[in-house]
């Protein structure tokens, strides 16, 4: 009896642990990236795993600069990047040239029959130097415009009106005049730094045109350098350099700061977890000193070439970045702006945003999309954007003049890119575009 007890179990068992025929098997597909990215897939993620069932999405996220020093450890080491990850524009031209991603031009992404529907100076931007391989397909941009206090404005007798500040602002005597209505000493600023004035003539980052010559005094560049020293020189900025920081945050939220200049996607950092108290407070306006089509930053989605999940990588790619609804969706969720142009065919692109005071954000960060022009990537651009940064400020600092600022600015950053204009060289060289 105890043995014909034992064998009975025995039998159970096997059933029990055999796998039931036809049983789904789920298929982990795992995300990198940062904050907001995360709440923007959270948006969509439903309706992709309803349409690939017995695949899970699952999410890894952490800090910008964590999450691309991690990615780059796991790129070199072979293991540990996820399926799909997001890049930031800057990590995208360190890594377009060389191995360690999937080139989405080749079989079987096939990803340049999707060219026409993207924004050009962003598909560019994710292109090899020789035009054969593309790494990642555009998920978002940044048209960029100056968030601006209506409140404090209108208290100073600064016109609040979006169309009105555009005018005032299209010469930076305009701005300056506006900086010293709203100074209070001690208490209230324009702009965290005078820096910025100079600093936004690279939102681009074009640093280098195609011949790879420098240009750091592009057109009314030294105009705005000149005008940041008088910011300076009079007191009438907040001298805070780190527009991120908890100190900026914190004026930003009170007014003591107000404006801000950035990308269309900070609106929805103000909204979010920078000043979401301040509804209708807001206005938006085009960038001061003639910079009305500028784009900051907006980020791409990879595949790196140790995914174990390639194909389905590309399937969730595609429904996130190249198809309409899922990037309204997700822009509806963390103002993250479309890069897909048929996406701004939907009608919440007419739509007033009560945050900015009833405005319609969105119509012109469409202008500023559409007029927006391609430039020149290279190896050399995240170093020669730090090395302009530490010139300019510490210029500032020490009361030099337009001239002194950009001369060391220049040896800087010669300085700081040797080893990757060598190589950015050979690149151009081996394309036969030198």
Known sequence: MRKMLALLLAVLFVLTAAPVAGAEQTTVLTVGGWPAGDTAFKAIIPAFEAAHPGVKVELVFMSTTDHHQQLATAIAAGSGASDVVMLEQAWVGRFKDGAGFENLLAEPYNAGELKNDFVEYKWNLATSVNGEQMIGLVWDIGPATLFYRRDVFEEVGLPSDPAEVDELFKTWDGFLEAAEKVYIPGKRWLVPSASYLYEWFWMNRDFYNEKLELNVEKEGALEALNAAITMRQKGLDAQIDDMWSNEANAAFGSGAIASVAAGCWYGGFIKGWIAPDTSGKWGVAHMPGGLSTSNWGGSYLAIPSQSQNKELAWEFIKFACADAESQNTMFEA?????????????????????????????????????????????????????????????????????????????????????????????????????
């Open 334 to 434: 963390v103002d993250y702006f479309p890069g897909y142009i048929p996406a701004w065919d939907s009608e919440i692109y007419s739509a007033e945003d009560p945050f900015f005071g009833g405005q319609k954000t969105r119509e012109l960060w469409v202008e500023i999309a559409k007029n927006t022009k391609p430039t020149f990537a290279s190896l050399m651009d995240s170093a020669a954007e730090g090395a302009m940064q530490t010139a300019v400020r510490s210029g500032l600092n020490e009361n030099k003049t337009a001239e002194e600022i950009i001369a060391d600015m220049k040896a800087r950053i010669e300085n700081d890119t040797r080893d990757d204009y060598e190589k950015m060289v050979e690149l151009m060289e081996d394309a036969g575009l030198m």
